[in-house]
């Protein structure tokens, strides 16, 4: 089973410009989310999807920050325009329990895009 | 503001020995727990899910939960090099629309041979 997928790995951008974060969950889990860790933070949630539709996108920090999802397949996180503060690991990950399922199941992580803005 | 507390290390371990690592959450509606392991420059990932009081071991790892004292614990018996990493505490509300992990800032486990 192919893991969950993000690219670029690596994102050097200039202050001002338009980053796009993609993801590629794993094939056939409904709920895809989108997580990042800034310099000495911890990892903090941002929104989650299921299939296309944004169940909670109470961690976006700021209209700056666009999540899609067309089709309920893979997801874009656009950046525009960046700022210095938004530098950090950006975490995809996907899970399969729709209904929670007594919620212990975790998700599972892709290896993130660093994004650096200078 | 719920709050997942770990204490960064790091914490250095002999081989062959217990490692105990911890985690206290502030929010008394957080019901299940997870333990991820996070390499350097990797991705997290998954070792341990509890949400029920006790003890729930797999192989090497046992988690524990006290929710009268809001702690949670992971054991790592025989420690070997190879679990040297960061790892990282979650708590997750559950209930309609609770898919949030709340992480805490991981502890770094050194395992020296």
């Known amino acids: 089973e192919a893991g969950v997928t993000q690219f670029p790995s690596h994102s050097v951008i200039e202050k001002g410009q338009t980053v796009t974060l993609r993801c590629d969950p794993i094939?056939?889990?409904?709920?895809l989310y989108w997580y990042r860790r800034v310099m000495g933070k911890e990892i903090k949630f941002l929104l989650h999807f299921v299939k296309e539709s944004k169940q909670d996108e109470s961690g976006m920090p700021n209209n700056r920050f666009l999540a899609e999802r067309t089709g309920g397949t893979y997801s874009t996180l656009k950046v525009q325009p960046a700022e210095l503060e938004d530098s950090g690991v950006y975490f995809c990950a996907s899970s399969q329990d729709r209904f929670l399922r007594q919620g212990y199941y975790g998700y599972t992580f892709g290896s993130g895009t660093r994004l650096t803005v200078v | 503001q719920k709050e997942v507390e770990q204490n960064s290390g790091p914490l250095s371990v002999p081989e062959g020995a217990i490692a105990s690592l911890n985690c206290t959450y502030s929010?008394?509606?957080?019901?299940?727990f997870f333990w991820y392991r996070q390499y350097s420059g990797k991705s997290p990932e998954l070792i341990m899910s509890i949400y029920s009081n006790g003890d729930k071991e797999d192989g090497r790892f046992t988690a524990q939960l006290n929710k009268a004292s809001q702690y949670v614990s992971l054991l790592i018996r025989d420690s070997q090099p190879s679990d040297s990493a960061t790892y990282l505490c979650?708590?997750?509300?559950?209930?309609?629309?609770?898919?949030?992990?709340?992480f805490g800032k991981g502890t770094k486990l050194s395992v020296i041979p």
């Open positions: 979650a708590a997750r509300l559950t209930g309609a629309g609770s898919y949030q992990l709340t």
């Open positions: 929010d008394r509606v957080s019901q299940s």
């Open positions: 094939s056939g889990h409904d709920n």
